[in-house]
């Protein structure tokens, strides 16, 4: 063999060398490039056919790797240490945990998917809290979230399913966090001047009543404005709610004496700068629907403070809720047991021990009133708890 021929079979091989390992590395192949080697004679016809065929095939994995990444996994793990006692008694020393997980896909640009599984029990919407009573049996796993969210248009977000609450919230005195509604809603948010506005609105089942008419169900209709903006350097944001409960039947309320209810709410917050930051927030709610026994007494009101340092967050409110002023079915279950007709403080406080990872600690010191299910009595509630995200 020439000198002239054994150097072209070297660059031959070198090429060809190249090529596979490129199309290894890179999971793709450089089809003009093939074309130029198998002109210059440097890969035979069955090696191009093969090399064309392995970056088609990279190709495809790709393309499978690429809808992986469009999912997004999350969750977290909670264990608490809780004491209730009422008057002075104690009538529950137990421990519980929460465990939930969530997929998150992209399903186009515009249109996500969420599902989430959650711990605890079906029968109660307002806790995903699991406790540790069963001699080590298996424990049940709940839907708690199935929604899509499509974005037809910048600012516009559709809901649909069982979903995260649509509307903006300062207080718990109207929902419990663990609440999830299901129905559809519609949030739009936009500028104006230095403002951001954001409006909801939506429909929500209660209960199918005999699954005929959209107009036997029970039904939650609710519109919703809050702006946020800059008021004299501070943050601040005020929005007003209206809650139309249609239908209404035991799934809205269990004490109350009232029978409908239709809900004004106002809200607000104000959030400086100062040697610690510090957030004032309130929320007002009045039934104005309340009838029957006690309608008089349809108010209720929240008034908070919040603030932080370094790994440290402290939270206090106190708040007044009247019998017939929310549904106790859906509000804030650690106060005063869900009980309306209550008032008193609630303290918070958290600390952040690592990344992802913290203890917290929740004090909420109740009173009833004489129209409570358990009239005058003290309930003082303690949770400790070490919480988990991932």
Same mark, same amino acid.
């Given at each position: ?16 060398? #190249?090529?596979?390992?490129? #199309?290894?590395? #890179? ?5 003009? *490039? ?26 495809? +994995? ?14 977290? *793990? ?49 806790? +995903? ?5 069963? #001699? ?55 500028? *104006? ?17 005999? =699954? ?38 035991? +799934? ?91 008032? =008193? ?16 600690? +929740? ?5 009833? =009133? ?21």
């Amino acid at each position: 063999m020439s000198s002239k021929n054994r150097l072209c079979t070297a660059i031959g091989v070198v090429l060809t060398g #190249a090529t596979v390992l490129a #199309a290894s590395n #890179a999971a793709a192949t450089d089809k003009e *490039l093939l074309d130029i080697l198998k002109s210059n004679g440097a890969i035979t016809e069955k090696q191009y056919v093969a090399l064309l065929q392995k970056g088609k095939e990279s190709d495809e +994995t790709l393309k499978k790797m690429a809808w992986a990444g469009r999912l997004k996994i999350k969750g977290d *793990l909670r264990v608490r240490q809780e004491f209730v006692d009422y008057d002075g008694a104690r009538t529950k020393d137990r421990q519980r945990y929460r465990a939930r997980i969530e997929i998150a896909a992209k399903v186009t640009e515009n249109v996500d998917a969420n599902i989430r599984l959650a711990s605890g029990s079906n029968a109660n919407p307002t806790s +995903t809290n699991q406790t540790m009573d069963d #001699a080590f049996e298996k424990d049940s796993v709940w839907i708690d979230l199935a929604y899509l969210n499509w974005r037809p248009l910048a600012g516009l977000n559709i809901f649909g399913g069982k979903m995260r609450q649509p509307w903006e919230m300062v207080g718990d005195i109207v929902w419990d966090g663990d609440i999830n509604p299901e129905g559809v809603a519609v949030k739009y948010s936009t500028k *104006l001047g230095g403002a951001d506005l954001i409006a909801s609105g939506g429909y929500l089942v209660l209960s199918n009543i005999g =699954g005929n008419r959209f107009a036997d169900d029970t039904s939650l209709v609710y519109g919703q404005l809050n702006g946020k903006f800059n008021l004299g350097g501070a943050k601040t944001s005020l929005g007003a709610t209206i809650y139309d409960y249609r239908n209404e039947n035991a +799934t809205v309320t269990a004490n109350s004496s009232t029978s409908e209810f239709g809900l004004y709410e106002l809200f607000g917050s104000v959030a400086v700068k100062a040697a610690l930051p510090v957030k004032v927030y309130g929320q007002y709610v009045k039934n104005s629907d309340a009838n029957g026994a006690n309608s008089g007494e349809d108010t209720a009101w929240l008034l908070g403070v919040a603030t932080k340092y370094s790994k440290w967050k402290l939270d206090y409110n106190y708040r007044d809720t009247e019998i017939n002023a929310v549904s106790d079915y859906f509000n804030d279950s650690d106060f005063a047991y869900g009980k309306t007709d209550a008032k =008193g403080h609630k303290f918070k406080l958290g600390y952040k021990i690592d990344k992802n990872f913290g203890f917290g600690l +929740t004090y909420f010191m109740a009173e009833t =009133g004489r129209f409570a299910t358990t009239p005058n009595t003290d309930i003082d509630t303690l949770q400790i708890d070490l919480k988990a995200k991932f």
